[in-house]
């Protein structure tokens, strides 16, 4: 059973269990209408960014910053203002009722981990774009962190207090170098949350259709790797092994991000309010695309959001999306999940009538040293695992049985939220609960301390933005560590 949710998992990137996507929701209508922005606002976004590069070259501070993106906005005639670590900015169009918006943000500091020059130039220059046109039906709010994440992180935390309207979705944009070749869309959430499927979609249409420019997921490029082209043989099975490869390059981008509950843009950090929202990364290269190219992409995408009379609901929010034009539906892949949960509980079967009480109390135990292991803020804690006198018997039993029923039964429920990472968890929980305790032992060197030594970042990114990886790191991990050295 375990082989076969394996095997499962392993088919995933075989194109037979894709399908092509489509947009669900009608009224969005992807590039079906006249574009707007031309050489004019492509000239402005020119001198916005001159002036940014030069703020970047005198090491500005975020007083200096603010100020130049406060007076930049207010001179395009939109009322800006600043919160102590994001500039905002807001445009009512006539038509708009004011009640519903859209968010737009370019951070200062890309994924990349350099300034986002060109971002916020788009950004300065869409403001002024948008406030010059009468067809919008939703206010927009433009948003730039003075950081990669938690600049829009704590900004959203404030928006209630600043602006009355409600966010529906959102676009964030990271343009960290001169020129781009693709445009990729960046969609996961913070937690594990995806945006209604309908929005990388249509941006992906937009993209391809009305920007012109070749679309990605993430920045993994569409062609197999050079070793893959290279096997010699016939035509088609080389086909059907570069689609294989690719796909499951894409699957592996996405679970690495979903996995550990990671955000893998700033969008991610929208998710949190249910704000259905992506990153539009421009993939640095020579050419041929620039602000030509991403603001006609994020004009259109624009305006098939602003067609929206009601919350994006068509579509799926549950999905893996094998390469930008297919995704594999939730029905083709959470059997492999509930195979391995079925596994683990299977394992756990024959439990002593009635549980020992002895047995419950090694139970809680594991679970006070996971809380105790929280109090000291480390996973090391559970080595105290070792102190303690293993129980013999029916009490072995009933830890060993009712820990293989509890964690076999969370795997295929935090399938439903978060495929990757109930793979993850069912890989460590098979892991730890191999009936041979030499097996188990060698097992068990993957501690979870290794997390924190490799991923240091992930209290951070619980404590800033509520990453909940990190806690349960110490609520399930931990627990699961202890019980598997004492059984
Ligand atoms: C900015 O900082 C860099 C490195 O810290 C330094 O070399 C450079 O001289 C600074 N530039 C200005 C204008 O202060
Ligand atoms: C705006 O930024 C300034 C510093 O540039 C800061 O002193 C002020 O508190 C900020 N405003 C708000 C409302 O946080």
Not at 362 to 379: D, H, K, N
Not at 384 to 393: I, S, V, Y
Request: charged content about 15%.
């Amino acid at each position: 059973m375990v082989i076969l949710g394996y095997l499962w998992v392993l088919a995933l990137p075989y194109d037979g269990l894709w399908k092509g996507t489509y947009i669900d929701e009608h009224s969005l209508q992807p590039a079906q209408v006249t574009m707007y922005w031309d050489w004019p606002n492509v000239h402005k976004a020119d001198q916005f960014l001159e002036r940014l590069e030069e703020l970047v070259r005198s090491n500005s501070t975020f007083d200096e910053r603010s100020a130049y993106l406060i007076q930049a906005f207010s001179e395009a005639g939109l009322s800006a203002g600043n919160t102590t670590s994001a500039v905002y900015a807001s445009v009512m169009p006539p038509r708009s009722a004011g009640t519903e918006t859209i968010l737009i943000s370019a951070n200062w500091v890309s994924r990349d981990g350099g300034p986002n020059l060109r971002g916020v130039a788009t950004l300065l220059a869409m403001g002024d774009f948008l406030r010059g046109q009468n067809h919008w039906a939703f206010n927009f709010v433009l948003v730039i962190g003075d950081s990669y994440l938690t600049g829009l992180s704590s900004f959203l935390a404030s928006y209630h207090t600043l602006f009355p309207g409600v966010i529906w979705t959102g676009l964030n944009i990271d343009y960290p170098g001169h020129s781009f070749s693709h445009l990729g869309v960046f969609y996961e959430g913070l937690n594990g949350r995806l945006p209604n499927q309908d929005v990388p979609n249509t941006i992906a249409h937009v993209g391809k259709w009305a920007g012109g420019v070749e679309m990605r997921l993430h920045d993994v490029p569409e062609e197999a790797p050079e070793w893959v082209r290279s096997i010699p043989g016939r035509e088609d099975v080389r086909g059907m092994v570069e689609r294989y490869v690719v796909g499951a390059r894409h699957l592996w981008t996405h679970a690495g991000y979903m996995a550990l509950g990671r955000a893998s843009g700033a969008h991610g950090v929208m998710a949190k309010y249910r704000i259905d929202s992506s990153t539009l990364y421009c993939t640095p290269a020579s050419g041929p695309h620039g602000f030509h190219t991403l603001g006609r992409t994020l004009e259109s995408t624009l305006r098939s959001l602003n067609n929206l009379l009601e919350r994006l609901h068509a579509s799926y929010f549950f999905y893996l999306l094998p390469s930008p034009g297919h995704f594999i539906p939730v029905g083709n892949y959470l059997p492999s999940s509930i195979l391995l949960g079925a596994s683990v509980v299977i394992g756990g079967l024959a439990c002593p009538q009635p549980p020992s009480p002895a047995g419950m109390l090694y139970l809680l135990l594991s679970m006070g040293i996971g809380g105790l292991a929280w109090i000291a803020q480390t996973p090391l804690v559970s080595i105290l695992a070792f102190l303690l006198p293993r129980p013999e018997g029916r009490a072995r039993e009933t830890v060993r049985c009712l820990a293989h029923i509890g964690y076999g039964a969370m795997i295929p429920t935090l399938a439903m939220l978060n495929y990757p990472q109930s793979l993850l968890l069912a890989t460590v929980t098979i892991a730890y609960l191999v009936p041979y305790r030499s097996v188990r032992l060698v097992a068990l060197a993957a501690h979870p301390a290794l997390v924190q030594w490799a991923l240091p970042g992930l209290r951070a990114e619980w404590e800033v933005l509520g990453n909940a990886f990190w806690p349960g790191v110490f609520a399930v991990w931990v627990p699961l560590w202890v019980i598997a050295v004492i059984i």
